[in-house]
T-cell receptor
Framework: GDSVTQMEGPVTLSEEAFLTINCTYTATGYPSLFWYVQYPGEGLQLLLKATKADDKGSNKGFEATYRKETTSFHLEKGSVQVSDSAVYFC????????????FGSGTRLLVRP | GAVVSQHPSWVICKSGTSVKIECRSLDFQATTMFWYRQFPKQSLMLMATSNEGSKATYEQGVEKDKFLINHASLTLSTLTVTSAHPEDSSFYICRAIGPGQSTDTQYFGPGTRLTVL
């Protein structure tokens, strides 16, 4: 079945460092891909998305490109801030009518001043 | 944007009791609601999908008699954990979708933390 694999955390960076969180997926067909963020004590929020191959999703300085050839959707940010500390989830959504989302295991990011 | 609420935000109960968690869509009609469970430091696991007015569809391995889901109206779905045990302690999250919305829709509730003593 469909699945998402994320790099294990926690990832600890200093402020202004470059961030990469790896995400690869296995799916039949051509799913939409998402990154969600969960700040401490809050619910999940959509960070960015891409709906087809080579699309780049971007938001708040974060970017991820839908790579069909490597089945990847890695999250990047050029300069992280302390406020980016959160748990990041990669997810895929099917193109059928079920609207299901399948999540990766999440990666905790800790940014130190 | 659309808002989904959950109540309670946290609950502590004794083993053997039942707990009801509500998920409400505040400004749209949620024709489909999903219930997820999140273990500490782990991902969200889809438990079931419920469509308004019909029985919920449970994912493999989820006990339907233990996790009762009711989606009786277009703005409310409930998850009842029956005869709760400590292993049911978890973070429960709902997600709602309305007419014309798609998988891209990201209306998650803030979650309910259940602790069973």
């Amino acid at each position: 079945g469909d699945s998402v694999t994320q790099m294990e955390g926690p990832v600890t960076l200093s402020e202004e460092a470059f961030l990469t969180i790896n995400c690869t997926y296995t799916a039949t067909g051509y799913p939409s891909l998402f990154w969600y963020v969960q700040y401490p004590g809050e619910g999940l929020q959509l960070l960015l998305k891409a709906t087809k191959a080579d699309d780049k999703g971007s938001n708040k300085g974060f970017e991820a490109t839908y790579r069909k050839e490597t089945t990847s959707f890695h999250l990047e940010k050029g300069s992280v801030q302390v406020s980016d500390s959160a748990v990041y989830f990669c997810a895929l959504g099917g193109r059928d009518s079920s609207y299901k989302l399948i999540f990766g295991s999440g990666t905790r990011l800790l940014v130190r001043p | 944007g659309a808002v989904v609420s959950q109540h309670p935000s946290w609950v502590i109960c004794k083993s053997g009791t039942s707990v009801k968690i509500e998920c409400r869509s505040l400004d749209f009609q949620a024709t489909t609601m999903f219930w997820y469970r999140q273990f500490p430091k782990q991902s969200l696991m889809l438990m079931a999908t419920s469509n308004e007015g019909s029985k919920a569809t449970y994912e493999q391995g989820v006990e339907k008699d233990k996790f009762l889901i009711n989606h009786a109206s277009l703005t409310l779905s409930t998850l009842t954990v029956t005869s709760a045990h400590p292993e049911d302690s978890s973070f429960y999250i709902c997600r709602a979708i309305g007419p014309g919305q798609s998988t891209d829709t990201q209306y998650f509730g803030p979650g309910t933390r259940l602790t069973v003593l």
